[in-house]
């Protein structure tokens, strides 16, 4: 059963920072991809990073190049997204996911707000 716990949202003001976590479980975390994606209640997905599952490759939207840091610790079976200088237009709901093949599976998300 593929398990992903993603935690550390909450409120910070604008050019605060916070760093998420998310503990995945029920696969081989090493043999897969990771990414972050965000989502506003009525708006579409938006991909915020991904890393690669062992060689550090990582990309990042183009709003979040230089903010935000995507790493991953494979002994821990974590995947971590560090945000700095945070933005309102940051606000949305974090997810972690991973595709194994075909199935992707997604955490339950974690609230991230930024006040002006």
């Known amino acids: 059963d593929v398990q992903l716990q993603a935690s550390g949202g909450g409120l910070v003001q604008a050019g605060g920072s916070l760093r998420l976590s998310c503990a995945v479980s029920g696969i081989t975390f090493d043999d897969y991809a990771m990414s972050w994606i965000r989502q506003v209640p009525g708006k579409e997905r938006e991909v915020v990073s991904c890393t690669s599952k062992s060689d550090g490759t990582t990309n990042y939207a183009d709003s979040m190049k230089g903010r935000f840091t995507i790493s991953r610790d494979n002994a821990k079976n974590t995947v971590y997204l560090q945000m700095n200088s945070l933005k309102p237009e940051d606000t949305s709901v974090y997810y972690c996911?991973?595709?194994?093949?075909?199935?992707?599976?997604w955490g339950q998300g974690t609230q991230v707000t930024v006040s002006s």
């Open positions: 996911n991973v595709r194994t093949g075909p199935i992707g599976y």
